[in-house]
């Protein structure tokens, strides 16, 4: 019996609103696959450079509940592809910024959009699949952020390093044009989602898990990105590595990215996204502590990013996943806020990894994102759901 067009069309909007998180994801991950380029063609230090991906993410951080609520009431359609179009438009405008200031202003009207895209995709996909696929989908749409770690940032390395940092912007532009228009072909009309209201944000307040759940991202970003930010200059002082041995550092952290989440998304409905959580959570920190315990030795650090990409994205996926089970009704901002907390997380462990590495503590970096790490993995031991 043939299919109605519109089964074809849901059966395959997951596919389009994952490859918008690649381009998304590639947007506020590209600075730090090129710190070096930008900060020799700005004429700007690396630490001032880094703070393209600092105060991007307290823009992401401020722009995710601000526009979930703005927005809330926007069909989805259009709203996700008009943020893929100022996606574009504005990587493509970053090609031809011609200095420091010009580019961050550029990235930080990019970022205040751009928060929408991927609280409103996981959210999106709630509408358009049954409830028993909820979590494989939302895991598979955040394959995307793995993509862009595991492909982009490989690229972006080895792009940059070659043909300068202008060419990769212009690169990510083309992308989201390509993207945009996926998103345009795939994604059905009138999908409009629960609005989000003062007494949204009121009940995701009173609501302990959701806190709990948020502070566990915030935990698990900040532990990251004290590291991952400044990865390239301090795999290039710890162990002299040069751009392609970086770039495979990178590729290491996507690629392994990529298959925990494939095992993430293959395994959660059955396990549960609480046991799925812990399992990525200490895969995450032990990779995160193999950085630290290995730090100077080019293998042994190698490896260690790729135990701890097991874990970098899955655990995201997870959070999002266990946030619309605490609270259906709540998942709108409860996971548009997720996103928000996991931008501040950014934030807050890059500024401290900036701040270690001005000061040349090269080394205590490993040390401190463990910390965080660890006290992310105690407290999702600690929100383990009751037996009913």
């Known amino acids: ?96 910024a011609p200095d420091y200031t010009s580019l961050l202003i550029i990235r930080l009207i990019m970022l205040a959009v751009g928060a929408l895209y991927t609280p409103q995709a996981a959210g999106t996909a709630a509408l358009i699949v049954p409830v028993e696929r909820r979590g494989s989908t939302i895991a598979y749409i955040f394959l995307g952020w793995s993509l862009a ?17 202008r060419t ?14 996926l998103l345009i072909w795939r994604l059905p009309r009138g999908l409009v989602g629960a609005p989000v209201d003062l007494k949204t944000w009121t009940d995701v307040g ?24 400044f990865m390239g200059p301090l795999l290039a002082k ?25 095992i993430a998304t293959r395994i959660v409905d059955s396990w549960g996204a609480w046991k799925t959580s812990v399992l990525f959570t200490v895969l995450m920190l032990l990779g995160v502590t193999g950085w630290a315990l290995s730090a100077g030795i080019y293998p042994l650090m190698a490896a260690s990013v790729a135990i701890w990409g097991l874990g970098f994205a899955s655990t995201n996926s997870m959070q ?31 500024a401290v990894g900036g701040l270690l590495y001005a000061r040349d503590l090269v080394h205590a970096a490993g040390y401190v994102a463990a910390v965080f790490v660890a006290l992310a993995l105690t407290m999702v031991i600690l929100t383990r759901p009751k037996r009913v």
């Open 1 to 96: 019996m043939k299919k109605p067009p519109d089964f074809f069309v849901r059966r395959f909007a997951p596919t389009a609103l994952m490859l918008g998180n690649i381009v998304t994801g590639c947007s506020v991950l590209a600075p730090a696959g090129m710190l070096v380029e930008l900060s020799g063609g700005l004429d700007v230090s690396i630490r001032t450079a880094g703070l393209l991906i600092t105060f991007g993410a307290i823009m992401l951080c401020v722009g995710s509940p601000v526009t979930a609520w703005l927005t809330s009431r926007i069909e989805r359609r259009s709203l996700l592809t008009a943020t893929l179009a100022v996606l574009a438009l504005t990587n493509a405008a970053s090609a031809f």
């Open 149 to 165: 770690a595991a492909i982009g940032l490989p690229l972006i390395t080895l792009v940059a390093s070659r043909y300068g940092w």
């Open 168 to 181: 990769v912007y212009g690169g990510i532009g083309v992308m989201g044009c390509v993207s945009f228009l």
């Open 206 to 229: 009173r609501n302990r898990m959701i806190m709990l759940l948020l502070s566990i991202t915030t935990l698990q970003m900040s532990g990251q990105f004290v590291v991952f930010t």
């Open 238 to 262: 710890l162990t002299g590595a040069g751009p392609d041995a970086i770039g495979l550092v990178f590729a290491c952290y996507g690629i392994f990215g990529f298959i925990g989440i494939a």
């Open 320 to 350: 999002q996943v266990r946030l619309v089970g605490a609270a259906p009704s709540l998942a709108s901002a409860s996971v548009s806020l997720n996103t928000s907390v996991l931008y501040v997380g950014q934030a807050v462990g890059s």
